[in-house]
C-alpha cells in the first residue's frame, strides 16, 4: 500500500474515531431506582422469590428502564478485554459453589434479568429487549397503547410525595399504581405509562410483580443504547412470551436437544406452581 492510501486511510479512521467521540444520546431530567418484586417458578426448588433493582431515566419525550448490573455486564462482554474479565469471575464463583453449594456465591457473576425497556412517547412506540431461551436474545418494538386508567379518590405518600391510586387492566392483568402528580412525567416503571405525573408504585392483583420506588434524583444522565444490539433477534411480543413459556416447561427436554445434555425429564409443576406466570399473560 503506497503512502498516499495509507495516509488516507488514516484520516478516514481518525474522521470516524472523532465522529464516535461526539456521538450524543438523549438526556433523562429524572433517575427513579424501584426494586423488582417478582414470584416466579424455577423447577423443582418450586416458588422462588427475588427482588431486582431497576433504574428509569426519563425525560418528557424518552426513557429507559433496566438493571445496572445487567448493563454493566453487557457494557464488559462488549470488549475483549472485559469478556476475559468476566469469563474469571465466572470461574471463581463456579469454583466457590462446588465447594459451599452455596447459591448465592453466583449472584454476582450470572444475570438476575436481562430486560431493558425503551419508551418514544413521541413516536408513540417502545422497544423491549430480553433473554429469551436457549435460543438466545431477542426484541420487538411495538406502539405505545392507552392504558385506560381509571383515577380514585385514594391517597398515600411515598417518598415524600402525595400520590393517588389508579387501576387499569393491562396485558392480561389488573394493576393498581401510585402515581405523583407532583412529578409531571406520564411514565413509570416496565411499560407502565399515561398517568398525569409518575408511577411511584405498581403491582398487579396477584403480587406476583409489585414494582416500588426507593430512590428519586434529578440527573442529565444520556439514555444509552443498548450494548451488543447484533445479538439480539427481532420477534413479537407474544412470539417471545409464547417461547419463553415453551422453555419453562420444556427446559430439560430443550437442553437435551440443543446441548446435549441430560438433565432429567421436564418438571411437572402443582397447581399451585402453575398459577405463576408472567408480567404479561395474554400470550396464552
Not at 444520546?25 to 431506582?33: D, G
Not at 427475588?50 to 453487557?74: G, I
Not at 416447561?249 to 398459577?275: F, Q
Request: hydrophobic share 35%; proline share 5%; aromatic share 10%.
Amino acid at each position: 500500500m503506497d503512502r498516499y492510501r495509507i495516509t488516507t486511510l488514516a484520516l478516514l479512521l481518525c474522521t470516524l474515531a472523532c465522529a464516535m467521540a461526539k456521538r450524543t444520546y438523549p438526556k433523562a431530567e429524572i433517575k427513579v431506582s424501584y426494586n423488582y418484586h417478582e414470584k416466579f417458578l424455577r423447577g423443582s426448588d418450586g416458588i422462588i422469590e427475588k427482588d431486582v433493582p431497576f433504574l428509569l431515566l426519563a425525560n418528557p419525550t424518552k426513557s429507559k428502564f433496566f438493571s445496572p448490573k445487567t448493563e454493566r455486564k453487557d457494557s464488559l462482554k462488549s470488549t475483549p478485554s472485559g469478556r476475559a474479565q468476566e469469563d474469571r469471575l465466572l470461574h471463581a464463583a463456579i469454583m466457590k459453589y462446588t465447594e459451599t453449594k452455596d447459591r448465592s456465591v453466583m449472584d454476582n457473576v450470572v444475570y438476575n434479568t436481562q430486560l431493558y425497556v425503551f419508551k418514544d412517547i413521541a413516536d408513540g412506540e417502545y422497544t423491549v429487549y430480553d433473554y429469551v431461551s436457549v435460543v438466545g436474545r431477542q426484541y420487538y418494538t411495538e406502539p405505545i397503547e392507552s392504558i385506560k386508567w381509571e383515577i380514585t379518590d385514594s391517597t398515600r405518600n411515598i417518598l415524600g410525595y402525595d400520590c393517588i391510586m389508579a387501576t387499569a387492566d393491562y396485558h392480561g392483568r389488573h394493576w393498581t399504581a401510585w402515581f405523583t402528580p407532583d412529578i409531571p412525567l406520564m411514565d413509570g416503571p416496565w411499560k407502565l405509562c399515561g398517568l398525569p405525573g409518575l408511577i411511584l408504585e405498581a403491582s398487579e392483583s396477584t403480587r406476583q410483580h409489585v414494582f416500588t420506588a426507593n430512590g428519586i434524583e434529578k440527573t442529565d444522565m444520556e439514555m444509552r443504547p443498548i450494548y451488543n444490539k447484533r445479538e439480539y433477534e427481532k420477534t413479537t411480543r407474544i412470539k417471545m412470551l409464547q417461547q419463553k413459556r415453551q422453555t419453562k416447561e420444556h427446559s430439560s427436554s430443550m437442553m437435551r436437544a440443543e446441548l446435549d445434555l441430560d438433565v432429567g425429564p421436564d418438571y411437572i409443576p402443582t397447581e399451585e406452581e402453575a398459577k405463576m406466570d408472567f408480567i404479561e399473560t395474554d400470550y396464552r
